[in-house]
């Protein structure tokens, strides 16, 4: 009979100790359920239609619908602080874009999130550099003839943006800076209204996409000046960029990546970058999605992510600074 007690005994502690573990593995999967994803642009504007080819490809991965959910406003601060607040648990991530997470903290007064302290950087997924494009009817072919032209004619060649504080508007106020120039700044109220504007010959130049800019280029109905990128577009070979000319801080790409809210497991976190780094290393994606539209393909994992960020917060601030820029 002791032997038996002894053998009961010795089977429940065996269940008590494989409790956790059966506990553990009855865990359900990441993820069981719709995954989130915000941006803080319109349907169809900017990197939306990237956003929403990254989603479909996560959608197969993981076996769950990814929703794309447009939050635009604040210059995407309402969609960065709407995962900057969320649960941590990787049902709400957020497609990233530059401006959100190293611009903004500089511009404005208030800002409701903290980019290091809220954020968790998760994958670089691609980066997105601009052309400085101008009328034909200006008188400068090279970014050392607009200069010059600017040189001549103080304040008087004109640029046009997005607004105070956008990317096109703080790259012409630092390139003037470096150059000891002065450049008038008309705002627009988004891509197609400036961009309008240079091809009807009410202000001198601005700064779009390559996709953009190649078949503008091609017609003649624009001139391209240069290339705001550390190395030459494959779409543009014979562009030279603001490093060459001698500007080298106005070569700063924009960039997109997945972050989610602060306090993610380290392994989900892993497994998404896994999951993101499959997707733009897939040839017929990287070919359609990203090189066919001039992004630049990526991947960065979350440590050298992180410290890309924590890089850039100090490099904008001086861009902001000299912008003179700043939203109260």
């Not at 502690?13 to 915000?38: E, I, T």
């Not at 200006?138 to 040189?151: C, F, R």
């Not at 602060?262 to 392994?267: D, L």
């Not at 992004?295 to 994992?301: F, K, N, V």
């Amino acid at each position: 009979m002791g032997i038996l007690h002894r053998a009961a005994a010795l089977f429940a502690a065996g269940l008590a100790l494989s409790a956790p573990f059966a506990s553990h593995a009855q865990a359900p999967a990441w993820p069981n359920k719709p995954v989130r994803l915000a941006i803080g642009l319109p349907p169809g504007g900017g990197g939306d239609p990237l956003a929403r080819a990254f989603a479909q490809r996560m959608s197969t991965a993981w076996g769950q619908q990814v929703i794309v959910d447009n939050k635009p406003g604040a210059n995407t601060m309402v969609a960065t602080d709407s995962v900057a607040k969320s649960v941590p648990d990787g049902y709400s991530l957020l497609f990233a874009i530059d401006v959100g997470v190293t611009v903004n903290p500089h511009l404005y007064a208030k800002v409701p999130y903290d980019p290091i302290k809220d954020l968790t950087p998760i994958t670089q997924t691609n980066t997105f550099a601009t052309v400085l494009v101008a009328h034909p009817s200006v008188q400068a072919n090279t970014i050392a003839e607009l200069v010059a032209l600017a040189k001549a004619q103080p304040g008087k060649i004109t640029y046009s943006s997005m607004g105070a504080g956008s990317q096109m508007h703080m790259l012409t106020e630092m390139l003037g800076n470096k150059a000891g120039v002065n450049f008038l700044h008309v705002p627009y109220k988004g891509i197609p209204q400036m961009t309008a504007a240079v091809l009807a010959g009410e202000v001198g130049f601005t700064w779009v996409g390559v996709f953009t800019t190649r078949p503008m280029v091609a017609a003649g109905r624009l001139k391209a000046i240069g290339y705001g990128a550390g190395k030459r577009s494959r779409f543009l070979p014979d562009l030279p960029t603001f490093s060459e000319a001698g500007y080298p801080d106005v070569d700063m790409p924009v960039w997109f990546g997945i972050m989610g809210p602060a306090g993610m497991p380290r392994s989900l976190v892993e497994r998404i970058h896994r999951d993101m780094l499959a997707i733009v290393n897939d040839p017929e994606f990287r070919d359609r999605e990203l090189l066919n539209r001039a992004y630049e393909p990526s991947g960065l994992g979350p440590d050298d992510f992180a410290a890309l960020i924590k890089r850039e917060l100090a490099v904008r601030a001086e861009l902001v600074r000299v912008s003179g820029a700043r939203v109260e």
